[in-house]
């Protein structure tokens, strides 16, 4: 489908560079029809050398609607409109950010929107679910997809502690875990290592055993059909298996730019179906259920996205806020951090100018290293010519010694 969408996406936007430019490149190849715009030979004109291109024009198909084609349309209609009703579908274009903030934190985008999945459902229901992703394998022959189980130890551990009174750090190193955790699930998916497949593949050779006394490989059982079939194999009759194929969250993130939402129905009835598409700057997603509190759903993923960004953002200016009023620039010397203009009394090899103007702030009385009493102190008794110079050696906020140049 996305193929398809891309290359309409793609023709239209060729077909617009032709009105602006016929001389413009053009990705396909094919020869245009006969009878679209700008064709080279009018339709009825002779082939040169080739055989006669199949007709495409577009025609208008004519029913005949008898009374009970026109009944059982009627009747048709109404049940689809029915089964519209029942689904509920709603979209959210967040455009706080997306990709790209993601990722200059060091993040998988598409592990932290997942992660976003669990805490918007756990802020609301006070519980996980089972959730799903698919991954493409078709690096394989014949193959399709693989199921990703995104909640996992780490991610559960994360939302419970995201929503405790754990410091911001402690919440984001857990996101930064259940991300991880989340990716290394998905590469090995992607290499066909996931369970679910074989596992249902299993499932279901074994319900063709249990309906007709069968084995796999086509040979009679050895009690037979008489004696009534197996039961099916512990690990199908367990809750956990129930449980695991109860996606709840049925999730899939597909898009490129020819998209501008995605989105798909829920698979179980009290479930959400969630369709994602993660730009650059946005992300995009369409939510659907049967009956339940989608526009809440996304309130709150959107409230989780805002508050998660406020916490990066705050650990971030924490790590790099300066303990001091002032900083050393050591190419250009020392610098008023608050006016971000350099001293003048302090030259770029470090060397104070004694008879230069103490640089004080009129408005805090700020002096470097307090100049006017400390190298006063000691340089006490020595006389300094004018224009000479002193290397000064701080020591804390103090300056310990000074040395004529």
């Not at 617009?16 to 009825?44: C, D, E, M, V, Y």
């Not at 004109?45 to 199949?54: K, L």
């Not at 059982?221 to 099916?232: R, Y």
């Amino acid at each position: 489908m996305l193929r398809f969408v891309s290359d309409i996406y793609c023709d239209l936007i060729l077909r617009f560079a032709k009105t602006i430019n016929s001389a413009s490149a053009t990705l396909f190849q094919a020869k245009l029809s006969p009878w679209a715009k700008g064709a080279a030979r009018k339709p009825g004109a002779p082939s040169e050398g080739r055989a006669e291109e199949p007709e495409v024009e577009p025609k208008k198909l004519e029913w005949i609607m008898t009374p009970e084609l026109k009944l059982a349309v009627r009747f048709a209609e109404t049940r689809l409109s029915d089964l519209i009703c029942q689904n509920e579908v709603l979209a959210l274009e967040f455009d706080a950010y997306g990709k790209n903030t993601i990722t200059q934190h060091g993040l998988s985008p598409d592990a932290f929107v997942q992660m976003a999945y669990q805490a918007a459902y756990f802020s609301l229901y006070g519980r996980l679910e089972s959730q799903y992703e698919p991954a493409m394998v078709k690096g394989f022959l014949h193959g399709r997809t693989e199921a990703i189980r995104s909640v996992t130890p780490a991610s559960s551990a994360f939302v419970k502690l995201f929503f405790s009174d754990a410091s911001p750090r402690q919440k984001m190193d857990a996101l930064r875990t259940a991300c991880k955790a989340h990716t290394e699930l998905t590469k090995a998916c992607l290499k066909g290592l996931g369970q679910d497949r074989i596992m249902y593949a299993m499932y279901c050779l074994a319900q063709r055993k249990d309906a007709g006394g069968e084995a796999s490989d086509g040979s009679e059982s050895d009690e037979g059909p008489a004696s009534g079939p197996p039961p099916l194999p512990a690990v199908f009759r367990d809750p956990g298996w129930a449980d695991l194929g109860h996606s709840t969250l049925s999730t899939s993130n597909c898009g490129n730019p020819s998209l501008r939402l995605f989105g798909f129905g829920a698979v179980v009835p009290d479930g959400y179906g969630i369709g994602y598409i993660i730009k650059d700057d946005s992300i995009a997603f369409v939510a659907s259920s049967k009956h339940r509190q989608t526009q809440r759903f996304l309130d709150a993923l959107e409230a989780y996205f805002l508050e998660t960004r406020r916490m990066l953002r705050q650990l971030h200016q924490d790590s790099n806020r300066k303990p001091n009023a002032t900083f050393v620039d050591h190419h250009v010397g020392e610098v008023d951090a608050r006016t971000g203009k350099p001293l003048s009394h302090v030259k770029a090899n470090g060397s104070v100018d004694l008879t230069a103007p103490s640089p004080v702030d009129p408005d805090n009385g700020y002096t470097f290293y307090g100049l006017d009493d400390d190298v006063q102190r000691l340089l006490d008794g020595q006389r300094v010519a004018p224009g000479q110079r002193a290397r000064v050696i701080p020591t804390g906020t103090r300056i310990e010694t000074v040395e004529l140049a």
